[in-house]
């Protein structure tokens, strides 16, 4: 066994509350842990502190193991919040307030959340008061403020102790246990929990450690939401559990003002996705995102033109990143000074993979991944609160991909992303490949719908208000693409739907494409055929005359063969053997 995997097994067997006390130990009670929203900075002692404090007043609303949800922004607060739970062995399930009320009770319920914790300050600031009302009739809605006024003497003096004897303080659960519940984005169904250990977790940020190589200098900017594993887990607890400062963003949506928060504070690393991050860099003056040594991406495929623009304006490295939640969520990276096109770099240590063939496809096929990252299971409204564990301990990650003999792994997609059309299996993401490179500076999305002769078809949206598709499928052609992966129908919007997390909403995409093509339909059934052409005409006037010459020439063809027939039938007996020969034939 290679040394990082041997250092892997060995540090993830620690529980996340007690790697962040070491950490916090280890780097200094009075250094930077992390720096809010509005640029207040948050030491090793503030949030030690504030998480026992917190954690004693929660503790007594809740029980032990008890899972908590937690709904609020990227920031200072959901980092103390998460710790404050873990301290007293409680478990926080990270809600995603973007999902809509629907989404987030059925979360609940699949994973037995009873009470949320959240903040009325956000609440105000976002507008989601509609949102709280219809959550607070399935759920107890616990406000940190209000916490903030029952504080005892008791849990001043948790803030106090807690962190000089963590040991007589805090609870003591196994590596194995849950450490934290997160939920799927629910793009193809109901969201579904996903319930991660302490061990999985720590073994992710070990894992991608040894990967990707830190320098003592470097300050991170996470403006993606904790909700989502990528955000909480590289994005916040990396850093903070390898004492390197993040600065936390409430949104990634203000496109204009991160530049300008990515300046003001120096920041070195970057997490975003291909779509943030193309925006950030539009919105950015030259020079504003100078300070980036790397920025790291996941959640989507990165484009060159993204690349191209990050190193020749503002002179840093694009690192993508591929995983999913139920891995912690990071499997494979592109490292520093080695970035292939077209892929997403190698494996992480520790991560064993199996490819399945996929019917139709070819040098690639359905990725199956183990590891200690891998998570305990999932927990399914169907079943509310029981943990359902991956299979031996391999999970389907429905990804097709291909790796290759030195590693390298490229993702060519979902399976459940691929159309089949005439027999032959298409992927959507060559089809959004395809017009990234005709129109670089916009995004695209395609969409499978129902197709009467075909099976199935692809249609592309887009936010590109001039598409034609001939451009699509010349460059298709001149560029060796099959021109099935050229889609029959464009449709243009001002804006594609985004999620909260960064990524494309694939299930808005849909729904747009089949509105459109009814519209179309609709329009067309409407409007009174148009007058054909004069060349329409001609060719139609020669089609009939050519049809009526042929059924002239089979009518004289049996006329004939009735006349032969009749003189077979009169022949006298002891007619040649020819006559009788055709009479055979003839009956």
Same mark, same amino acid.
């Given at each position: 066994?290679?040394d990082?995997?041997?250092?892997v /097994?060995?540090?993830?067997?620690?529980t996340?509350?007690?790697a962040?006390?070491?950490?916090?130990?280890?780097?200094?009670?009075?250094t930077?842990?992390?720096?809010?929203?509005?640029?207040?900075k948050?030491?090793?002692?503030?949030l030690?502190r504030?998480?026992?404090?917190?954690?004693?007043?929660?503790?007594?609303?809740t029980?032990?193991?008890?899972?908590?949800?937690?709904?609020l922004?990227?920031?200072?607060?959901?980092?103390?919040?998460?710790?404050?739970l873990l301290?007293r062995?409680?478990?926080?399930?990270?809600?995603?307030f973007?999902?809509?009320?629907?989404?987030?009770l059925?979360?609940?319920?699949?994973?037995?959340?009873t009470?949320?914790?959240t903040a009325k300050?956000?609440?105000?600031?976002?507008?989601?008061?509609k949102?709280?009302?219809?959550l607070?009739?399935g759920a107890e809605?616990?406000?940190?403020e209000?916490?903030?006024?029952?504080l005892?003497?008791r849990?001043?003096?948790?803030?106090?102790l807690?962190?000089v004897?963590?040991s007589l303080t805090?609870?003591?659960p196994?590596?194995?246990?849950t450490?934290?519940?997160?939920?799927?984005?629910?793009?193809?169904?109901?969201p579904?929990?996903?319930a991660?250990?302490?061990?999985?977790i720590?073994?992710?940020?070990?894992?991608?450690?040894?990967?990707v190589?830190?320098?003592?200098?470097?300050i991170?900017?996470?403006?993606?939401?904790t909700?989502?594993?990528?955000?909480?887990?590289?994005g916040?607890l990396?850093?903070?559990?390898?004492?390197?400062?993040?600065?936390?963003?409430?949104s990634?949506?203000q496109?204009?003002?991160?530049?300008?928060r990515?300046?003001?504070?120096?920041?070195?690393?970057?997490?975003?996705?291909?779509t943030?991050?193309?925006?950030?860099?539009?919105?950015?003056e030259d020079?504003?995102?100078?300070?980036?040594?790397i920025?790291?991406c996941g959640?989507?495929?990165?484009r060159d033109?993204?690349?191209?623009a990050?190193?020749?304006?503002f002179?840093?490295?694009?690192?993508e990143?591929?995983?999913?939640? /139920?891995?912690?969520?990071?499997?494979?990276?592109?490292?520093p000074g080695?970035i292939?096109?077209g892929?997403?770099g190698?494996?992480?240590?520790a991560?064993?993979t199996?490819l399945?063939?996929v019917?139709?496809?070819e040098?690639?096929g359905?990725?199956?991944?183990?590891?200690?990252?891998i998570?305990k299971?999932?927990?399914?409204?169907?079943?509310?609160?029981?943990?359902k564990?991956?299979k031996?301990g391999?999970h389907?990650?429905?990804d097709v991909v291909?790796?290759? /003999?030195r590693?390298?792994?490229?993702?060519r997609?979902?399976?459940?992303?691929?159309?089949?059309i005439g027999g032959?299996m298409?992927?959507?993401?060559v089809?959004?490949?395809?017009?990234?490179?005709?129109?670089?500076?916009n995004?695209?999305a395609?969409a499978?719908l129902?197709?009467p002769?075909?099976?199935?078809q692809?249609?592309?949206?887009?936010?590109?208000?001039?598409?034609?598709?001939?451009?699509l499928?010349?460059w298709a052609?001149?560029?060796?693409?099959?021109?099935?992966?050229?889609?029959?129908?464009?449709?243009?919007?001002?804006e594609?739907?985004?999620l909260?997390?960064?990524?494309?909403d694939?299930?808005?995409?849909?729904t747009?494409?089949?509105?459109?093509?009814?519209?179309r339909?609709?329009e067309a059934?409407?409007s009174p055929?148009?007058?054909p052409?004069?060349?329409e005409?001609k060719?139609?006037?020669?089609?009939e005359?050519?049809?009526?010459?042929?059924?002239?020439?089979?009518?004289?063809?049996?006329?004939?063969?009735a006349?032969e027939?009749?003189?077979?039938a /009169?022949?006298p007996?002891?007619?040649s053997?020819?006559?009788?020969?055709?009479k055979?034939?003839?009956?």
């Amino acid at each position: 066994m290679a040394d990082p995997v041997k250092r892997v /097994e060995r540090r993830s067997k620690r529980t996340i509350f007690s790697a962040y006390l070491t950490s916090a130990r280890k780097n200094g009670a009075s250094t930077v842990a992390l720096t809010d929203g509005d640029g207040k900075k948050f030491t090793f002692k503030d949030l030690t502190r504030a998480a026992f404090a917190l954690g004693g007043a929660i503790a007594r609303m809740t029980t032990p193991k008890e899972r908590v949800g937690v709904l609020l922004p990227t920031g200072a607060g959901a980092m103390i919040a998460f710790f404050a739970l873990l301290s007293r062995g409680r478990v926080p399930a990270m809600l995603n307030f973007t999902s809509g009320p629907k989404n987030i009770l059925a979360a609940c319920q699949a994973a037995e959340v009873t009470k949320i914790i959240t903040a009325k300050k956000f609440v105000d600031i976002a507008g989601l008061e509609k949102l709280m009302s219809e959550l607070g009739a399935g759920a107890e809605l616990i406000y940190l403020e209000d916490v903030r006024e029952t504080l005892t003497w008791r849990d001043k003096a948790l803030a106090l102790l807690g962190p000089v004897v963590p040991s007589l303080t805090t609870a003591h659960p196994k590596f194995d246990d849950t450490g934290v519940v997160l939920f799927t984005s629910g793009t193809e169904g109901a969201p579904k929990g996903v319930a991660l250990s302490h061990r999985n977790i720590i073994a992710n940020t070990e894992q991608i450690s040894e990967h990707v190589t830190l320098l003592p200098t470097d300050i991170f900017f996470n403006p993606l939401p904790t909700f989502h594993c990528y955000g909480l887990t590289a994005g916040a607890l990396w850093p903070i559990l390898n004492g390197h400062p993040v600065v936390l963003h409430p949104s990634p949506l203000q496109v204009k003002i991160i530049p300008k928060r990515i300046f003001e504070t120096g920041s070195t690393v970057l997490f975003a996705t291909d779509t943030f991050l193309s925006q950030y860099m539009r919105a950015s003056e030259d020079g504003a995102m100078s300070s980036l040594r790397i920025a790291v991406c996941g959640a989507e495929r990165v484009r060159d033109e993204t690349r191209q623009a990050a190193e020749k304006r503002f002179g840093f490295e694009v690192l993508e990143g591929y995983g999913v939640t /139920e891995a912690s969520p990071v499997l494979a990276a592109n490292q520093p000074g080695d970035i292939r096109s077209g892929t997403v770099g190698k494996m992480l240590p520790a991560v064993e993979t199996r490819l399945e063939p996929v019917e139709g496809l070819e040098n690639a096929g359905r990725l199956h991944v183990r590891g200690p990252n891998i998570m305990k299971g999932y927990l399914t409204a169907d079943e509310p609160g029981v943990v359902k564990p991956p299979k031996e301990g391999w999970h389907d990650t429905g990804d097709v991909v291909a790796i290759d /003999e030195r590693g390298y792994v490229s993702i060519r997609g979902r399976l459940k992303r691929f159309a089949k059309i005439g027999g032959e299996m298409v992927s959507l993401a060559v089809v959004e490949n395809c017009a990234s490179a005709v129109w670089p500076d916009n995004l695209h999305a395609a969409a499978i719908l129902p197709d009467p002769k075909k099976g199935e078809q692809i249609i592309l949206v887009t936010d590109r208000i001039d598409a034609p598709r001939g451009l699509l499928l010349a460059w298709a052609q001149s560029h060796g693409v099959a021109e099935l992966a050229v889609p029959k129908k464009i449709v243009e919007v001002e804006e594609l739907p985004v999620l909260g997390t960064g990524k494309i909403d694939y299930l808005k995409v849909k729904t747009i494409a089949e509105e459109a093509l009814f519209a179309r339909a609709e329009e067309a059934a409407a409007s009174p055929a148009p007058e054909p052409s004069k060349k329409e005409l001609k060719q139609k006037a020669a089609e009939e005359r050519a049809e009526k010459k042929r059924l002239e020439k089979e009518a004289k063809a049996a006329e004939k063969a009735a006349k032969e027939n009749e003189q077979i039938a /009169e022949a006298p007996p002891g007619a040649s053997n020819d006559n009788r020969d055709v009479k055979d034939a003839a009956e």
